[in-house]
């Protein structure tokens, strides 16, 4: 059997280059990369050849980098991880592992690691105070070479705050997004509150009236709010269940309330309440201001801002004359049936029994008894009004 001869390398022939970058020419000889020059002296070549001016620059290289320029001997010997070639490299300089295109095997899995990088991100983020980590959402980690650590946590940035400094108090709700299923809990909605109130300075459960959506939403109530459906009433209903809320004290009422009867007949009960009113006659002296300035607005917007017409809904059954409320209907007195009606009871209030007793009928009458819009829809003559009125009774 025929005797295979090695081909010689070219460094055991005769001819040896002076030129001291020996991975130019073929296979380099036995222990050439263990000598720390010649690594230092390729790394400074191929930094050259790749037009690396700056350490930052050595980032995105890759395995591909090294073996298209002859350097695949020097990365075996550092298990062909360039992250390990360049820490052997400049071991001078600080190098963020997380930068690189791929991090060491378990890297994430040491705390340690997380908290560099989380003290790094912080200073990329300008996070100076445990507040500003708040802040912290994943779109953060992903565009900052954070996106394994993210999909670690189940893309969560809470539960990386939570696992990296577990001594520090962490509200979920402050977050851009809370775990999932959180708010179903009722223990989180009140954890919630009880901390909305304090920054909030309630002092007692109706100072709850007067805060908006807008300043839940400031004080890091918004993912609370947005569970109830923007609706601050349906929140504090949630929060104290046994406390008798008024939906119309707050700036907000929830979506359709007004449409329901028993709503406006509970609204309007209390504004009763509220006016001293204790008969039905009394409604008649109900204003506008009355209504507007004690929640009522948008319930006055239903009814075509008519203080009389939400009275109606009130007491349909009642037989309501609009000229005793301060404002009739407008164009009331154009209606002929209800100058005749205004007629027939101001008969009455004057003693009138026949026909002839209208002859009596003066301008004073009419005005005293809340028919100053008859007097001038008739421009203060008597006589036509009384001939209407006896002509179609």
Partial sequence: ??????????????????????????????????????????????????????????????????????????LHRFSDSPMAALKDYRP??????????????????????????????????????????????????????GRRLLSLFKSS????????????????????????????????RHRCMNWLGKQLRIRRLEDWYQVSPQQFRKCDGGGLLAWFEESPSAVLKDYRPHYPWLEWRFSQVPAGFWDARTNR????????HQLG??????????SYDDITQRHGARLLQKFGDSPIAVVRDYHPTYDWREWLFRRPPRRFWANRQNRRRYLDWLGEQLGFAHPDDWQRLRVVDISTHRGQGLLKRFRYQLPRIVREYLTHR
């Fill in 1 to 74: 059997m025929a005797t295979r001869h090695r081909r010689p390398r070219w460094y055991e022939r005769d001819y040896k280059p002076t030129d001291p970058r020996l991975w130019l020419y073929g296979p380099v000889p036995s222990g050439f990369w263990q000598i720390a020059e010649n690594r230092r002296r390729y790394m400074d070549w191929l930094g050259q050849r790749l037009g690396f001016t700056h350490l930052e620059d050595w980032y995105p290289v890759t395995l591909k980098h090294f073996t298209a320029n002859r350097g695949t001997g020097l």
């Fill in 92 to 145: 001078d300089h600080e190098w963020l592992e997380w930068r690189f295109r791929k991090v060491p095997g378990r890297f994430w899995q040491q705390r340690i690691n997380r908290r560099r990088y989380l003290k790094w991100l912080g200073q990329q983020l300008g996070f100076r105070q445990q507040k500003d980590w708040y802040q912290l959402t994943r779109h953060h980690l992903e565009a900052r070479h």
């Fill in 157 to 188: 940035p809470l539960a990386i705050m939570q696992d990296c400094f577990p001594q520090q108090q962490w509200l979920e709700w402050r977050f851009c997004q809370v775990p999932g299923r959180f708010w179903r809990n009722p223990r989180n």
């Fill in 265 to 272: 007949a509970r609204y309007l009960g209390w504004l009763g």
């Fill in 277 to 286: 009113f204790c008969r039905i006659e009394d409604w008649y002296t109900i």
